[in-house]
Structures are given as structure tokens and as C-alpha cells.
T-cell receptor, first 119, second 110 residues
């Protein structure tokens, strides 16, 4: 149980275009979704936290107008990278907090990640 | 000071030996601590979590927590080549956010 489906797994886009990444909780309600970015050989850096029906909370240094997060339902959160540039190329991963109770993952489960390449 | 610190490695351990991975954290109020394994190009997968001082064992893995020293470790017994990966230490801080360390690359040599 507690599976998060993340799509696409890989995307290549041209500089200046926008890319949307989706994370869907398949068998639970994700009240909170965390979005991370990971550059090669570096750790996961938290970008923002989104709660269903509320505006996302962004970490310091993350541009909210560039990384648009929508968490309109308990099963879907999206991250849109607007006007993407080569420096935005990275591995983006979502993580959902499972509402209620303890799961094998202590209430957090990760998507499979999206490799974004901006050319 | 980083919130969660790990030695980046690489840590090279012979097959069958014990691999010891260490992590320190800065927030004394942290309550939960996690070890994740991440293979190249993949999402992290949870190995262990611990929230009480002392040891917690699960199969070949043992997590150790010392809150007074703000120190967490992971021991892997009978190391296998398939254990070669990057191990991420993570700490649950305020607002239920999980903060990751930079990871330690572990290499098990046959």
C-alpha cells in the first residue's frame, strides 16, 4: 500500500518551455506532498511543501513563480517548471505524507522521480 | 553548519564485512531519523527508521541513535555487492519536513 505514481519518468524539453510533473497517490489520501530536487551526486534538496487546498510553502531560495505547485486534491499534486533553462535540469522527486496511522515507511512514501533535461 | 551531515565517501568494504555509516544532525528537537538507500538514477527507498535512543535491528541492518550526541549510524552486516549504493541519512524536523544529508557512497568489493 501507500504508492505514489510519478510521471513522466524522463522528459527532455527545449529551453523556455514549461514542463509539468504529476504525482498521484494511488491507494491513500496524501494530505501533504513534498517536492525535492536532486542534482548529480548531491543529496535531495527540499523545494516546497504543499497541503491539499492550500498554497505551497517554498524553501528559501526556491522561486515560487518558476516552480508552480498545485495540490488541488488529496490524490494529485503537480509541479510545473516554467520557462525551463538548462540549469533546471535535475532529478525531481515527490514524497507524500500518508494521512493517519503508521505505514511501513513511517507515513512517507516517495515517487519514482522525474529526470528533467532542458536543452 | 549543515542540518544533517554525512561523510560523502566512497566507503569501500569487502564482501561479508560490516559496513558502518555515520550521520550527525544539528536540530536537538528532531524526533525521527531515517536511513534511505538510493541506487543511481532511482528514487530513495527506506531501509530503517528509528526514534528512540539505542539500537534497532532489522535483518542485516542495525540503526543506532544517540540523541545526546546528535548522532545516528547504520550498520550493515554480511555486506553484499548489492548493498553498493548511496545511503542517505534523513531527519524529521519541524513542520514534518524530512531533511536529507548529502549521502555516503558505499562500495562493497567482492
Amino acid at each position: 500500500g501507500a504508492v505514489v505514481s510519478q510521471h513522466p519518468s524522463r522528459v527532455i524539453c527545449k529551453s523556455g518551455t514549461s514542463v509539468k510533473i504529476e504525482c498521484r497517490s494511488l491507494d491513500f489520501q496524501a494530505t501533504t506532498m513534498f517536492w525535492y530536487r536532486q542534482f548529480p551526486k548531491q543529496s535531495l534538496m527540499l523545494m516546497a511543501t504543499s497541503n491539499e487546498g492550500s498554497k505551497a510553502t517554498y524553501e528559501q531560495g526556491v522561486e515560487k513563480d518558476k516552480f508552480l505547485i498545485n495540490h488541488a486534491s488529496l490524490t494529485l499534486s503537480t509541479l510545473t517548471v516554467t520557462s525551463a533553462h538548462p540549469e533546471d535540469s535535475s532529478f525531481y522527486i515527490c514524497s507524500a505524507r500518508v494521512a493517519g496511522g503508521l505505514s511501513a515507511n513511517y507515513g512517507y512514501t516517495f515517487g519514482s522521480g522525474t529526470r528533467l533535461t532542458v536543452v | 553548519q549543515k542540518e544533517v551531515e554525512q561523510n560523502s565517501g566512497p566507503l569501500s568494504v569487502p564482501e561479508g564485512a560490516i559496513a558502518s555509516l555515520n550521520c550527525t544532525y544539528s536540530d536537538r528537537g528532531s524526533q525521527s531519523f531515517f536511513w534511505y538507500r538510493q541506487y543511481s538514477g532511482k528514487s530513495p527507498e527506506l531501509i530503517m527508521f528509528i526514534y528512540s535512543n539505542g539500537d534497532k535491528e532489522d535483518g542485516r541492518f542495525t540503526a543506532q541513535l544517540n540523541k545526546a550526541s546528535q548522532y545516528v549510524s547504520l550498520l550493515i552486516r554480511d555486506s553484499q555487492p548489492s548493498d553498493s549504493a548511496t545511503y542517505l541519512c534523513a531527519v524529521k524536523g519541524s513542520a514534518s519536513k524530512i531533511i536529507f544529508g548529502s549521502g555516503t557512497r558505499l562500495s562493497i568489493r567482492p
